[in-house]
């Protein structure tokens, strides 16, 4: 579509240009020859001239009716003209160029390089890039800074857990259990009662009218992960109710302890029991 | 032009030649040596850090720690960055509390560029090691293993390797779940060492917690009896275990000597393995309840029947006598057992045969590993009938002649206690799982009748008379058996042992002891069955057991 549009206009000197040159000279035929003797300075345009008319009235005459069959011609001469991308690539860049040297040549670009703006906008630039960088060191250290507290908090967690694990150790609680006056049941120390028909009847009578308390027996906590700091802290001690067995201490499925072997354990043994 | 234009043109020029430089050079640092600056500055700048995936903590049946993994750290040296190797090993040696003369060594191992001058250092260590700023020496994490229980049921919690792997005992057999995966971090700094950014490039992973059966109270329980032992008739080693005999769950596994599994490296050798399933001894006494088990299963003999027992039979090259000396007699089969008769064993084995015998003693689970989920589990030894000799028939009855582990022994008794069931023992509670199913190996009704009898040992008249928890009613079984030294029985090294579950009727804790050649006193009736009184005085109470028509 663009060829034969393009191909007249494209300058002198290209290969469309030459071509159609030629082109004219095998169309003007004697016309151009006739020209030949005036070749000086000034001939250029003369020389021009033969070849550019020469198509001119075949254009005026060129209604459908008249158009002679010799007249047809140009079609191969469109098909030369067709541009190829070696051919628009100095086309784009020379307009480009032509473009750009238009704008430097324009009155905003020459108020603003000429004023004192510029240096205002210049500088706004280079300080917005030089915080722009600033700010994003800033960002990248505090990240870093947290990514660090982080990993300090998970060691101290770390060190904390195993620090509880080991003051939950076995030895070590039995060890304060003992000096606290605790000591594990005899076997024979200790009766068993069975339920008998009427005891959760009785028991339930008992729960309304107050006499029994249920107390409440504190969660045996199974994983030391779980554990937290309130968990592990000494609560308050719960009035009228004894406190609540560890699985070091755990009470069997009795609800009586026979006495204690002796008085430092009478206060341990005689409270509630609770099932481990 | 103007003269202003003139100058102009200069500073142009001036720039432009600037800039052709600049855009030289940048090809030059970008493009021709840009691959060797850019792994210079990354070596420089960019600092890769493995982040050390803790192991799973393992705990008790309870949820009670038994180990647990921490952050801590290895000190490197870049030996040839330490400017004064001498002071600064002095100055490591009083945080790490290692000789100085040894990290010296490590400094002057100028050649490798890196060396490590202690692994597994606390966090409290490092921290003082960092506030040294010594050039050359630098911390990496790691993470370390601890056992807050320190040496409780170290044989069998065992022990992990340097790098966090699992080496001996439930450590290394459950080394895929405990393990955790290491992760990356990449950490950039400047040219003088502050740290600009830091990323994870990928995540540790915590390994997975390990419940065991095991209950950390009656484990120590165990130990302060086996310690006991070991203090009153200094064995060459003592194991106990105490199980569920309807779960087959292992509540305690004890070995003496105790191991610190922090100190491995300093332990004995000999003391690393857990008896409870790598020691294999002659049970002696113990097995005969196996050959009147399979004898009544058979329907050979029954309770009732009568044995003529001379005071020693002979078979072949082979006398078997009783281990202390009476007349001829007539006992039952029941009293066979609770008297623990050599004779009456042998003859009640006799009325077995060779074939049927063999036959019992493997279906019961001797002669090959029980399947406990515990590495290197011994699978005793167990002749062949093809193999027995003339006089053969004469040992294996009475637990002479074939080697069996601790672990093999309780799995047998914990068929008879529980209706007849061998089940594998196992370790690892396992919550979401039934317990296993077993093979049925003899009937209730047997069971019952082993069981019964097992009772006679404990009652008066019986060789165990004084292993009594108050309260409840016993079964049990005592052993002796002479050691073999040198290919022959040793008249002065025994193994005494003891197996016994509670309450006799129905069954739900069973405890065996086995004492590895005390000194002193031998007798599985005077050395082991007080120790299972003591733990199974401690653990019935404890499970909350009620005893026997409580």
């Not at chain 2, 691959?35 to 990354?42: E, N």
């Not at chain 2, 066979?336 to 003859?347: D, E, F, P, R």
Request: proline letters at 8%; hydrophobic letters at 40%.
């Amino acid at each position: 579509m663009a060829g034969p549009v393009t191909a007249p206009r494209t300058a002198p000197g290209t290969a469309g240009g030459r071509r159609r040159a030629a082109t004219g000279r095998a169309a003007a035929g004697a016309t151009a020859r006739a020209a030949a003797p005036a070749r000086s300075g000034a001939a250029a345009p003369a020389r021009r001239a033969p070849a550019r008319r020469a198509p001119a009235p075949a254009r005026r005459r060129s209604t459908p009716a008249r158009r002679p069959a010799p007249r047809r011609a140009p079609a191969p001469r469109t098909r030369q003209a067709t541009p190829i991308p070696g051919r628009i690539v100095p086309v784009a860049v020379g307009r480009t160029a032509g473009a750009v040297g238009g704008l430097a040549d324009s009155g905003i670009v020459k108020r603003l390089t000429r004023g004192r703006l510029w240096i205002a906008a210049l500088a706004a630039l280079l300080v917005g890039i030089v915080a722009l960088n600033v700010v994003s060191l800033s960002l990248n250290s505090r990240s870093s800074d947290a990514a660090r507290a982080v990993e300090n908090l998970e060691r101290e967690a770390s060190s904390l857990r195993a620090q509880l694990a080991q003051e939950l150790s076995t030895q070590r609680v039995q060890s304060v259990a003992a000096g606290l006056g605790l000591v594990y049941p005899e076997p024979g120390a200790i009766s068993y009662l069975r339920p008998s028909e009427g005891d959760a009847a009785e028991a339930a009578r008992r729960l309304r009218s107050g006499e029994l308390a249920a107390v409440p027996v504190a969660p045996v906590v199974t994983d030391v992960t779980e554990l937290t700091l309130e968990s592990v802290a000494p609560a308050e001690p719960a009035v009228e109710t004894a406190p609540a067995p560890t699985d070091d201490a755990v009470a069997p499925e009795a609800v009586e302890t026979a006495p204690p072997a002796d008085g430092a354990a009478a206060d341990t043994t005689g409270g509630a029991i609770a099932s481990p | 032009m103007t003269r202003i234009d003139r100058r102009l043109g200069l500073l142009f020029s001036v720039f432009v030649l600037l800039l052709v430089v600049v855009l030289a050079r940048s090809v030059w640092v970008q493009g021709v040596k840009g691959g060797t600056l850019s792994a210079d500055a990354q070596s420089q700048q960019v600092e890769n850090v493995v982040i050390p995936g803790h192991r799973g903590a393992i705990l008790d049946r309870k949820g009670k720690p038994l180990a647990v993994s921490e952050d801590a750290v290895s000190v490197f040296a870049t030996p040839y960055q330490v400017a004064d190797p001498a002071a600064a090993s002095r100055k490591l040696a009083r945080i790490l509390d290692l000789p100085p003369d040894q990290i010296l060594a490590s400094l002057a191992e100028g050649g490798s560029g890196f060396a490590y001058i202690a692994r597994k250092v606390d966090l409290a260590a490092a921290e003082k090691i960092q506030g040294l700023d010594i050039e050359g020496i630098g911390v990496l994490p790691d993470s370390r293993r601890l056992y807050p229980q320190g040496s409780l049921a170290g044989q069998v919690i065992g022990t992990v390797g340097i790098d966090n792997q699992g080496l001996t005992g439930l450590e290394a057999a459950h080394d895929d779940v405990l393990g955790g995966e290491d992760g990356e971090r990449e950490v950039v700094r400047d040219a003088t060492g502050e740290e600009l950014d830091r990323t994870t490039v990928e995540g540790a992973e915590l390994g997975e917690e390990l419940r065991l059966t095991l209950d950390a109270s009656l484990q120590a329980h165990t130990e302060e009896v086996l310690k006991e032992i070991g203090r009153t008739y200094e064995p060459d080693g003592a194991t106990a275990m105490a199980i569920d005999p309807r779960t087959s769950e292992v509540l305690a596994m004890a070995n003496w000597p105790a191991v610190d599994p922090a100190d491995f490296d300093e332990a004995d050798p000999d003391d690393l393995g857990n008896m409870a399933t790598g020691f294999t001894f002659e049970p002696g006494s113990t097995f005969k309840a196996f050959t009147v088990a399979g004898a009544l299963e058979e329907r050979i003999v029954n309770p009732g029947t009568v044995f003529d027992l001379p005071p020693t039979i002979t078979l072949f090259d082979r006398t078997i006598g009783e281990a202390h000396d009476r007349g001829h007699i007539s006992l039952p089969v029941s009293d066979i057992l609770a008297q623990s008769s050599n004779v009456g064993s042998v003859k009640v084995g006799l009325e077995l045969g060779a074939e049927r015998f063999d036959e019992w003693v493997r279906r019961f689970g001797f002669g090959s590993p029980t399947g406990i989920d515990f590495p290197g589990e011994e699978q005793g030894i167990v002749i062949p009938p093809e193999d027995y000799s003339g006089s053969t028939m004469g040992n294996l009855p009475i637990g002479q002649g074939l080697a069996v582990t601790a672990v093999q022994m309780v799995t047998g008794y914990a068929a008879i206690a529980n209706g007849g069931v061998l089940r594998p023992p196992h370790l690892v509670l396992d919550d979401d799982s039934e317990p296993p199913a077993g093979e049925r190996v003899i009937s209730r009704k047997t069971s019952g009748q082993v069981s019964e009898m097992l009772e006679g040992v404990l009652a008066p008249g019986g060789t165990a008379e004084e292993a009594a928890v108050p309260g409840y009613t016993l079964a049990g079984k005592t052993g002796t058996a002479q050691k073999v030294v040198d290919g022959t029985y040793s008249d002065s090294e025994y193994v005494a042992s003891f197996v016994g579950y509670a309450p006799a009727e129905d069954p739900r804790l069973l405890v065996s002891v086995v004492v590895d050649n005390p000194k002193g006193d031998y007798y599985g009736g005077t050395v082991a069955a007080p120790a299972f009184s003591e733990i199974a005085g401690f653990a019935l109470p404890y499970l909350g057991i009620p005893p026997d028509g409580g």
